[in-house]
């Protein structure tokens, strides 16, 4: 345990992708730096979620650091799409590679961080009893890091084992003979269920939105595609930079109804062969602005699902509908839609028969009861705000960040918070974020403040903090963007619609990776414009 009130320079909180990465780079600048980290372990989202099936839906030789040239040259994926395991065992090699875990304090979780006006100083807090004095703080606690739960009554009164797919025990689960009922159906749920019902005696799936999900066509890696990219790896980086989500594309340059509906269905056939997450979605320019040219991908989408699912019924519940597709998080699967082919898998709509109460049994809907040996609760997370609303931050004139969002969480870049000196978010509200390949946008970040906190020690400053201002105008450049596009059509969590009582904002800022990094540039270049610094 650190003594009281230890002084250092810097505090992260969270060891996942950004927190790791941050501890590197703050070193390298010079700092005292420690990381707090909540979990028994490194790797953030692939230390927490080890539900069977877990898997990245980015491809593996996009989904990892660029910052360290030798070792994307030495690291071998096996999977296009890497699997939870290989991922938090990359994330281990690159800690002690880099002699990170020192400075990691595992099993503490920050509970309070307060700003000192007087020393311009942030005191930190922790549930393990820390108490530390330093001068910048990273929020490292990550987009999809606090568990949601559904909104009904009763899990506590569940008499056999539940399980969130983020919180998952690490020595696993049997549900071999079980009766196994799984609420959510987004990225982890359609992950998990192929699994669960390979091995229960029973499964049922509740669904509320189905969800735009494409087949990933994973498997071994294609050693062509290691060598190519191995090969040119400096400008596959620079390629994911300079694009709109992180992943390069061919970009396209029509409309998808200024072709006819043949060649489109080609394209759309293509793009779905791929097994890419981006590849249907940008295929044409409007797909994300126009509900018309977007129902025509949906519709390719639905046909899908019928070709995959043999009874016409339970193919016609899980047909995306509603909400156009790609404004709430898409999915890639292994097997999902062919799960619901088996015999001791059945499908509950919500939409039909509405969640009403988690009993000592299992589930009751307005339809009846249904009896459960174990629950998968599937139901996502308080994404983007929740962990760090979860810890009690306190800036000047006393004002707490809760406080602060409760209309919406208002950032200068996603980076910073005005009132909030020398504290800093990675992949934040109002960046990027959850719209990117995000190992590209936490990288960008990550370098962005490690360039900061080397400006201002050149320069004898020792203050920073964001303007109120600039923070205002980014931040309705941010709605002003997303209400653009087809983003606010759905309940997503992007909205902070999967949250009752949260604001409804859209939180990530989708203008695009390359043209935000380039704003960030643009701000350091010009002596950290739309920041004070002291
Ligand atoms: P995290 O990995 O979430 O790490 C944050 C850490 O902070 C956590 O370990 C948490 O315990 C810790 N923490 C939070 N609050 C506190 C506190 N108060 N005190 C101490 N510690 C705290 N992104 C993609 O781009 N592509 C994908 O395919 C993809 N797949 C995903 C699959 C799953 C199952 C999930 C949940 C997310 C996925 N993501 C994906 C998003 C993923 O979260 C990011 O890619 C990335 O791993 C985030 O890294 P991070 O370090 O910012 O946050
Ligand atoms: P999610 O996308 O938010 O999905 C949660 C699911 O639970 C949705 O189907 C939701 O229905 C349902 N749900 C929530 N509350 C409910 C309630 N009260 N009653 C009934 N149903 C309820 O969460 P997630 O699946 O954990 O994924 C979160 C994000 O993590 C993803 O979008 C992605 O960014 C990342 N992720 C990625 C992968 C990957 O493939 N790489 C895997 C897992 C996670 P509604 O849609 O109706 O709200």
Redesign the pocket.
């Known amino acids: 345990m650190a003594n009281a009130a230890e002084e250092i320079d810097a505090v992260v909180v969270g060891a996942g992708f950004s927190g790791l990465y941050m501890l590197h780079k703050l070193r390298e600048k010079g700092l005292s730096v420690k990381v707090f980290e909540a979990g028994a372990g490194i790797g953030g989202t692939w230390y927490w979620?080890t539900y069977p099936g877990?898997?990245?839906?980015?491809e593996s030789m996009d989904y990892s650091y660029s910052f360290d040239p030798e070792l994307e040259q030495e690291w071998e994926w096996t999977e296009k799409y890497p699997g939870q395991p290989e991922i938090l065992s990359y994330l281990q090699h690159v800690a002690d590679r880099h002699d990170l875990r020192k400075d990691v304090i595992l099993e503490t979780r920050v509970t309070h961080a307060t700003f000192d006006e007087r020393t311009s100083r942030w005191t930190v807090r922790t549930d393990q009893g820390h108490e530390v004095s330093a001068q910048y703080c990273v929020m490292a606690t990550g987009c999809?890091s606090q568990p949601?739960f559904?909104?009904?009554p009763g899990l506590e009164t569940f008499a056999g084992p539940w399980y969130h797919?983020?919180l998952w025990p690490k020595e696993g689960v049997d549900f071999s003979g079980r009766r196994v009922g799984v609420?959510?159906?987004?990225?982890?749920?359609?992950?998990v269920i192929p699994f669960v019902a390979d091995e229960a005696a029973d499964l049922t799936v509740?669904?509320?939105?189905p969800?735009y999900v494409l087949a990933s066509f994973n498997g071994p890696i294609d050693q062509d595609r290691v060598r190519d990219t191995k090969a040119n790896y400096p400008q596959a980086r620079e390629a994911a930079r300079q694009s709109i989500f992180g992943i390069a594309v061919d970009m396209p340059t029509q409309s998808a109804l200024e072709v006819s509906d043949e060649e489109r269905r080609e394209v759309y056939q293509r793009g779905w062969e791929r097994g890419h997450l981006n590849a249907i979605l940008q295929a044409y320019t409007d797909l994300i602005f126009n509900e018309e040219s977007n129902e025509t991908a949906a519709a390719f989408i639905r046909d899908q699902v019928h070709a995959r699912v043999n009874d016409p019924a339970t193919a016609a519940k899980l047909e995306p509908r509603g909400y156009p597709y790609g404004t709430?998080?898409p999915?890639?699967d292994t097997r999902y839609y062919e799960t619901f082919n088996r015999d001791n898998v059945h499908l509950v709509d919500?939409r039909e028969e509405a969640?009403v109460e988690i009993t000592e049994s299992g589930v009751r809907t307005t339809a009846g009861d249904y009896a459960f040996d174990t629950l998968v609760i599937?139901?996502?997370?308080d994404?983007m705000t929740g962990a760090i609303q979860n810890i009690d931050i306190t800036g000047k004139d006393g004002v707490s960040v809760r406080d602060k969002w409760q209309d919406g969480p208002d950032t200068y870049l996603g980076l910073a918070l005005a009132g909030f000196p020398n504290l800093f978010v990675i992949t934040g509200p109002g960046s990027p974020s959850?719209l990117s390949n995000m190992i590209v946008s936490i990288e960008q970040h990550v370098e962005w403040i490690s360039d900061l906190v080397g400006y201002m020690s050149a320069n004898g400053h020792s203050v920073i903090e964001a303007e109120a201002a600039a923070e205002k105008e980014w931040t309705e450049h941010v709605r002003a963007v997303g209400d653009m596009t087809l983003f606010t059509k759905a309940?997503?969590?992007y909205i902070g619609?999967?949250v009752p009582g949260k604001a409804r904002v859209l939180m990530p800022y989708v203008g695009g990776v390359a043209g935000y990094r380039q704003k960030c540039e643009e701000v350091a270049s010009a002596g950290y414009a739309g920041f004070e610094l002291k």
Request: charged share 20%.
């Open positions: 979620n877990a898997r990245c839906d980015v999809l949601k559904p909104e009904v797919t983020g609420i959510g159906t987004g990225s982890s749920g359609i992950q509740f669904q509320r939105t969800n709430k998080r999915c890639l919500l969640l599937a139901t996502g997370f994404a959850v309940d997503s969590y619609a999967n």
